[in-house]
């Protein structure tokens, strides 16, 4: 009898705990990685949205903002997608949010489609996502759009011979593919290149190949971890002069723990990416502030990422003064513009994907750090492998 | 002409490292029986070691390699005498199973002290950059590497070899009854074995870090190379594994320079037809 006593009383309080009160509420379901290999970008893109709201408030158009994390665990789509369901069906979220990883986004992505919610990709930087749902936006960066303009820049800037090392997996091709195709259409020579075990350890041997092929430029896709300081340390190791043979690559290669392991090695390499908590700006260097007193570290691509998320929810949501369908969120999204502190940044009505500033970065000595220097950009430019799609 | 030589170099340094972190399990392998698969999480407990003497106390790299080594042999002795000697008469599998934990374990300890972030460490300037000799690039770590691993080879061939501890080892391994009757402290030479075995391990992690870097993943991404070198040189064999660990390493960097396309599928493959021509390996004493 008291069982049963019991039983009705948790009835009765959990009906009442989702009752007409929290109807109000905005819930956004956040997925990614907070636990495994990736719990750090998680915990970053977290950061920026921790941030965000803690600058901006939790409430829009008269709603409370309700974040509701759910941890992917690292590469598992078929995770991704059973706690993106569940953060719908179960927990009521309106609105779908973070997706550190490709393979997860895409399967969510389905989900996003079927379920009509808008999402936000705050991540996953494969140019084809996007156009997996038409209810997503992104705010991180394509491969595409970083590299392929890092090979027209380097045409542009007197390299003509390049050679290309990156990683065997999906993202390294894409850089592989896309900066090849940015440096030929300007008008440039591969002479050679390779692709390296996504588990290599010592860089030396394919180093060395690359530069007994006397490139004037060398490009290579690393992702993060233990490997950009592996290949920055070789390089330097080479004796390969990077005042005659450009060093390039995307931002991963130069992140802010890799120079520390780097050291002197890294000065002179460049890369290009979409953000650097060394951007010189009021705005950024507002944020870079913030984010030091909240979190006792430096953002990075992961934060800007979670952060410009968090101000795409919040400005979609004042636009349809509270609307939370999908068709009217997404419809407020496009076109969307606003200053971020990585710069002026847009989505694209037409492919709702993100539209901003590459930088070129080289690795300086400034005040006894290492730091990525902007030493030139190029503004607005669009996820390249989108617009050659048949429509 | 000159890139052979250059492979050759780098090559052979590489497989002196490979030689570091992989005697130790030789000898305890071969010598104990003990199939100690936490052998590389000792080997990054020296890396640790180095990182932290550098980096927060300011140590200079040379003086932290001793540390490296004691902190090594004092944590594997404390695991030999608690654990691992319970298990030296138990099935190959027993030993499998509480090793790999132990790895596990290790692997989750290191990113829960160091987080999962790359430790960095800075060399001193004179073992930084690279000597030009005859068109061939030689790293002045990779010389440094080489030297110091000749002169372990040498120290450790001799006391194994050629004095009255290197004898009573020898003669605790082949019968150990009849070692304890003629009075030989065999516990206590296995025990030291051991510490010195995984001693040099962490001297490899240690050293290893400039070229590879060190996060918690090294206690697993070193564990197939190591097992490699340990089964193709023979177990127990020290010159054996100083063999198979040059020519590993040298056909790696061969396999990796000339054919970028496969090379990481060359010292599989190298591993594959030395076992199927020797199954002992190449100084194995037992089939």
Request: net charge positive; charged share 15%; hydrophobic share 45%.
């Amino acid at each position: 009898m008291r069982k049963v006593f019991l039983g009705a009383a948790a009835a009765i309080a959990i009906t009442l705990g989702t009752g007409p009160a929290s109807a109000q509420n905005v819930k956004i379901g956040v997925v990614m990685s907070f636990s495994g290999q990736f719990a750090d970008p998680g915990a970053q893109i977290d950061n920026g949205i921790k941030l965000y709201m803690k600058q901006n408030g939790d409430t829009v158009a008269g709603r409370k903002i309700e974040i509701i994390r759910k941890d992917s665990g690292g590469i598992a789509p078929d995770v991704a997608k059973r706690l993106s369901q569940e953060v719908i069906v179960r927990d009521g979220a309106q609105v779908l949010a973070g997706y550190d990883l490709t393979p997860n986004a895409l399967a969510a992505a389905d989900v996003s489609a079927q379920a009509k919610t808008f999402m936000v990709n705050m991540n996953a930087a494969t140019s084809v996502i996007t156009t997996k749902s038409p209810y997503m936006a992104r705010t991180s960066f394509t491969v595409w759009q970083v590299n392929e303009a890092l090979g027209a820049w380097a045409y542009k800037n007197g390299v003509r011979k390049a050679y290309t090392l990156v990683s065997d997996f999906g993202p390294g091709w894409d850089g592989e593919a896309a900066f090849q195709k940015g440096f030929k259409d300007a008008g440039g020579e591969i002479i050679g290149q390779a692709r390296y075990p996504v588990a290599n350890l010592d860089f030396t041997a394919f180093v060395q190949r690359a530069k007994d092929s006397n490139p004037d430029g060398i490009y290579i896709w690393v992702p993060g971890g233990p490997q950009p300081a592996a290949i920055g340390k070789a390089i330097a190791e080479r004796g390969i002069d990077k005042s005659k043979v450009k060093v390039m690559g995307q931002g991963e290669l130069t992140y802010e723990e890799a120079l520390k392991s780097m050291g002197d090695a890294g000065l002179g390499l460049i890369t290009a990416f979409h953000y650097d908590y060394n951007h010189q700006s009021a705005k950024n260097k507002a944020f870079v502030t913030a984010y030091n007193t909240e979190f006792k570290r430096n953002p990075d691509m992961f934060s800007v990422g979670g952060y410009d998320g968090m101000h795409l929810i919040y400005e979609a949501l004042k636009k349809t003064a509270g609307k939370t369908d999908a068709d009217s969120l997404i419809a407020a999204a496009k076109g969307m513009r606003w200053e971020s502190p990585r710069g002026p940044m847009s989505i694209d009505p037409e492919t709702r994907d993100v539209v901003q500033t590459v930088y070129i970065r080289r690795v300086e000595k400034v005040g006894g750090h290492l730091v990525n220097v902007d030493i030139d950009k190029i503004e607005n430019v669009k996820d390249p492998w989108k617009a050659r799609q048949p429509k | 002409m000159t890139s052979v030589l250059g492979v050759l170099f780098d090559g052979f340094a590489y497989g002196m490292l490979l030689f570091l972190l992989s005697v130790g399990l030789s000898v305890t392998l071969g010598m104990m029986n003990f199939v100690n698969l936490a052998h590389c999480s000792f080997g990054m407990i020296g890396g640790y070691v180095t990182v932290t003497l550098m980096n927060s106390m300011g140590w200079p790299f040379l003086a932290t390699l001793p540390m490296a080594f004691i902190a090594a042999a004092a944590t594997s002795v404390v695991f030999e005498r608690t654990m691992f000697r319970r298990l030296y008469r138990a099935s190959d599998l027993d030993q499998c199973l509480l090793t790999i934990g132990l790895v596990f374990a290790s692997v989750a300890a290191a990113a829960y002290i160091y987080g999962t972030i790359q430790q960095p460490v800075n060399l001193p300037s004179y073992l930084r950059g690279s000597y030009q000799v005859m068109g061939v690039t030689l790293g002045a770590y990779r010389l440094f590497l080489i030297a110091f691993s000749l002169v372990v080879t040498a120290v450790l061939v001799i006391s194994l070899e050629y004095t009255r501890f290197g004898a009573q080892v020898r003669a605790a391994v082949d019968n150990q009854r009849m070692a304890r009757g003629l009075g030989i402290n065999v516990d206590g030479a296995f025990a030291i074995t051991f510490a010195l075995g995984s001693g040099l391990a962490g001297l490899g992690g240690a050293l290893a870090i400039d070229i590879v870097g060190l996060d918690p993943s090294f206690a697993l991404a070193y564990l197939v190379y190591v097992l490699i070198v340990v089964s193709v040189g023979g177990l127990g064999s020290i010159g054996g594994s100083f063999v198979a660990a040059t020519l590993l390493g040298i056909s790696d960097m061969a396999g990796k320079y000339y054919f970028p396309e496969i090379g990481s599928f060359l010292i599989y493959l190298v591993m594959i037809s030395l076992l199927m021509w020797r199954p002992a390996g190449l100084f194995g004493r037992r089939a």
